[in-house]
């Protein structure tokens, strides 16, 4: 099992950059799937960026350009670098772990709030 700790959130006007932290309670890197969800008030949780066991990203459609997902193996840490932030960006960012999927592990959430 794994534990998952967010910062980085807060306020931010539209067009501003946040990096957002997930510090692990253990080794992830090559052991875990590791993802950033969010998930906006009325609508559904999205997966916006995953780092897979091998080193490979995936961004959501809507966030590919400007946002980063990346990783400090011997902080055990994986970060969301967040530019060019819309207010449709507002969300509470969660980072998730997952041997087989991205989502077995859960951390508390981040809330990210975009002004227009």
């Known amino acids: 099992q794994v534990q998952l700790v967010e910062s980085g959130g807060g306020l931010v006007q539209a067009g501003g950059s946040l990096r957002l932290s997930c510090v692990a309670s253990?080794?992830?890197?090559?052991?875990?799937?590791m993802g950033w969800y969010r998930q906006a008030p009325g609508k559904q949780r999205e997966l916006v960026a995953g780092?897979?066991?091998?080193?490979?990203?995936y961004y959501g459609d809507s966030v590919k350009g400007r946002f980063t997902i990346s990783g400090d193996n011997a902080k055990n840490t994986v970060y969301l670098q967040m530019n060019s932030l819309k207010f449709e960006d507002t969300a509470v960012y969660s980072c998730?772990?997952?041997?087989?999927?991205?989502?077995?592990?859960w951390g508390q959430g981040t809330q990210v709030t975009v002004s227009s």
């Open positions: 998730s772990a997952g041997r087989w999927s991205y989502s077995e592990y």
């Open positions: 253990g080794s992830i890197f090559g052991v875990y799937n």
């Open positions: 780092l897979t066991r091998g080193g490979s990203t």
